[in-house]
């Protein structure tokens, strides 16, 4: 049962557009959620990363937040009404480092690194809280069965 709802969501993700997988009355709260999130875990990335490139002179919390906040609101904005996704991919992208680069004053090779070691804590985090949450789906599955 499980492995079939599974397959049904996967094959319906490739299909179509994900949103389209959201319930139509919960998609501007999806969407504000999302944003919301991804602004505040960004944030914290951004500061860490741009502590470790360009140093704490340059890289401040308040610059990672507003890189976070800019960044994210432009992403969101271009997905959502860019019909293209390779073309807002790469304005995204571009911004991104233009937002790094004038933010934290470094050059663009700096903006690059700060990007480029912001995707690699950003990955580390994300494995280490999906070993977590599987790890705690199987002990909660363990205990289930010896209740």
Known sequence: MKSSFML???SNLIARRWWETI????RLVFFFVSIFISFFVLAII????GLIVVGGR???FTDAFLISLLGTVF??????FIPYPLIALLLVIFVWLLLIKQ?????????????M?????YLVIAILVALALGIMK???ELLTTFI
Not at 23 to 26: A, R, S, W, Y
Not at 117 to 121: D, N, Q, R, S, T
């Open 8 to 10: 049904n969501l996967f």
């Open 23 to 26: 319930p139509e009355g919960t």
């Open 46 to 49: 951004f500061y860490l990363a």
């Open 58 to 60: 340059r890289a401040r």
């Open 75 to 80: 992403s969101a904005v271009f997905f959502a």
């Open 103 to 115: 933010l934290y004053e470094t050059g663009w090779l700096g903006a690059i690194a700060v990007s």
């Open 117 to 121: 070691l912001a995707i690699v804590v």
């Open 138 to 140: 199987e002990v909660l």
